[in-house]
Nanobody, 124 residues
Framework: QVQLVESGGGLVQAGGSLRLSCAAS????????MGWFRQAPGKEREFVAT????????YYADSVKGRFTISRDNAKNTVYLQMNSLKPEDTAVYYC?????????????????WGQGTQVTVSS
């Protein structure tokens, strides 16, 4: 069974930065792609960023491209989401998710494993 634990959320002013971390356990971390999703109140969970097992391939939602960076440290079994130039519309619960393949994906249905989420609040 895969366990994912997010950390690093909090309250930040618009224009600020946060770095989210997701620690994984339960299987060989370096063999599987990872992703970040977010869910704002009253909205569906949406794709934010994904990274392949090797780390060589990344994709971003248009809304965060150029501001967010996903990365992974396979030696530490951890995936990160560096968030810069934060906007109030980035406010959401952010979820880390794991696939069952090495290939990154933007689709929720490709992620069978999810963390509990971490709250990010951006004040204007």
């Amino acid at each position: 069974q895969v366990q994912l634990v997010e950390s690093g959320g909090g309250l930040v002013q618009a224009g600020g930065s946060l770095r989210l971390s997701c620690a994984a356990s339960g299987r060989t971390f370096s063999s599987y792609a990872m992703g970040w999703f977010r869910q704002a109140p009253g909205k569906e969970r949406e794709f934010v960023a994904t990274i392949s097992a090797s780390g060589r391939s990344t994709y971003y939602a248009d809304s965060v491209k150029g501001r967010f960076t996903i990365s992974r440290d396979n030696a530490k079994n951890t995936v990160y989401l560096q968030m810069n130039s934060l906007k109030p519309e980035d406010t959401a619960v952010y979820y880390c998710a794991a696939t069952n393949t090495p290939y990154s994906s933007t689709y929720r249905r490709h992620y069978p494993y999810w963390g509990q989420g971490t709250q990010v609040t951006v004040s204007s």
